[in-house]
Structures are given as C-alpha cells and as structure tokens.
C-alpha cells in the first residue's frame, strides 16, 4: 500500500509539473528578446563613459570615451584619449551620420554605403556604434533550437528585412530567459558563415539599470583581432540636452 501510495503521488507531481515547464517556456517572446537588445544600453536617453581596447596581431591601443543617446534616432560619441585620437566625434540622427575630425577641422558625411564599414579601425562597424538598424525594426525574428543549448538560455535567430543595406544574413542571439540579458551573439553573412561572435561579460548595475558592462567581438575571419568595449560609467533614463545632438557640438573642440 505504501509503495502504491508513493507511486500515485510521483506520478501526480509529474503530470502537474509537466505544465508548469511549458507555461515558464511559453513566457520567452522573441519580440521582446530583441527589443530589450535594441534599448539594453540606451533606452529613452543614455550617457556612458567607455573605454575600447583594439588588438591586432600587430599592434594594440585603447580608446577612451563618452557617448550620449536619446531614444534610438540620436547618437553622439567624442572620444577624450590617447592625444592622437582626441576630439574625434561621430553623430548620428536618424538615418543621417557625420564624424568630425579636429586635425583637418572637417565635418565628414558618412555614406550609407559606409554604415558597415569598420569605426577607428576596430572590429565594430559605425552602424555597431550609432545603431542605424534596430532588430525590432528591421528584421524578422524567431526563437530556434541549437545544437548544445544551455540550460536557462533562449536562443533567436534575426533575419535583414529585404532591401535594406545589412551585410548579415543572419544573426543569432543567445540571453538568459531570466532578465533577457544576453550571453553571446553570433553573426552570419548571405552563405551561413559565421563571420563574428559577440561576448557579454561582467553584469554591473549603473542606477537602475543592470547590464553586462564588458562587450568582446572577435572576427572569425582575421586570426589575433579583438575588440574589447568597457563600460566605466553609465546613466539612463536622464535629462539630455538636445544641442548635444547636433553638428555645431560636433565641431566643439576639447
């Protein structure tokens, strides 16, 4: 009777648990994955203090700087160090780019045909830093099973919207289900390759917002290539001046 007793219970306990697993699954949405990716370090308005380290097989160097965002139509970056680099600015609005470089005293347009095209010379692209694309905007998503996932982890695959000058054929995003944090993302050009992964390291809290504040991209094509992005400080959700985001700041020299 007791064996019967016990037996009568596991089996309850495993037909209600059953649910319970599918109702926590059903929670993860795709559409919000990739909108918590879009705002993660920016959302209504942002200001952060970075430093990016850029390793080559050949030489290496830091940059330090500040950045300001205000939703994710306005992007300005002024970079403060080494001597060489400094005053270097790069604004974004909308789908409308500019740098400005101190030494030539020139304002710059950047071509849509350059968004791709590497930012001071590291791994990262201009579009990698002023977001001209978002996921929830241009490009289709979907959650997706990969081989060897890990426990806790959902995993998405983003597709370019047809027509828009995107280079990737596709990108995966790998977050935690708790919090969509994300963990890794990998990028793939038109043939499936895999082209680039993307680390997310080191979650800190900046206020109220909690975010892995290291950010490593490793090329899969160019052996010994790094870039590193730290986040030293950051601010959201604050009072931004909007003279920040134009091309007379731009041209301001430090």
């Known amino acids: 009777m007791r064996i019967s007793t ?3 219970t596991l089996m309850v306990l495993l037909l209600f648990s059953v649910p319970t697993i599918q109702a926590e699954t059903a929670k993860v949405d795709a559409k919000e994955i990739v909108k918590k990716m879009d705002e993660l370090y920016r959302s209504s308005s942002s200001q952060a203090t970075m430093e990016m380290e850029i390793i080559t097989p050949h030489w290496e160097r830091t940059l330090k700087m500040d950045a300001w965002s205000l939703g994710m139509d306005q992007t300005f970056i002024r970079i403060l160090s080494p001597k060489k680099e400094k005053g270097i600015a790069t604004l974004r609005i909308e ?5 400005f ?3 030539t005293n020139k304002v710059m347009k950047v071509p849509p045909s350059m968004m791709m095209g590497s930012w001071m010379g590291s791994d990262f692209t201009n579009d990698d830093l002023v977001k001209e694309f978002t996921f929830i905007d241009d490009y289709t998503f979907e959650l997706i099973d990969v081989e060897n996932p890990r426990e806790g982890v959902a995993y998405v695959k983003c597709v370019p919207k047809p027509g828009l000058p995107i280079v990737w054929g596709h990108i995966v995003i790998a977050v935690k289900e708790r919090g969509y944090l994300p963990v890794w993302q990998k990028y793939y050009d038109e043939k499936g390759q895999l082209m680039r992964e993307m680390f997310f390291k080191e979650v800190k809290t900046f206020g109220k917002r909690t975010i892995p504040a290291v950010m490593e991209l490793i090329p899969t094509h160019k ?6 992005v730290r986040y030293l400080d950051a601010k959201f959700d604050i009072k931004i001046d909007k003279g920040i985001f134009s091309l ?3 041209r301001t020299r430090i």
Not at 95 to 99: C, G, L, R, S
């Open 6 to 8: 016990m037996l009568s």
């Open 95 to 99: 789908n409308e780019m500019w740098n």
């Open 101 to 103: 470089l101190p030494k």
């Open 223 to 228: 052996e010994g290539n790094k870039t590193i």
């Open 248 to 250: 007379r700041n731009l």
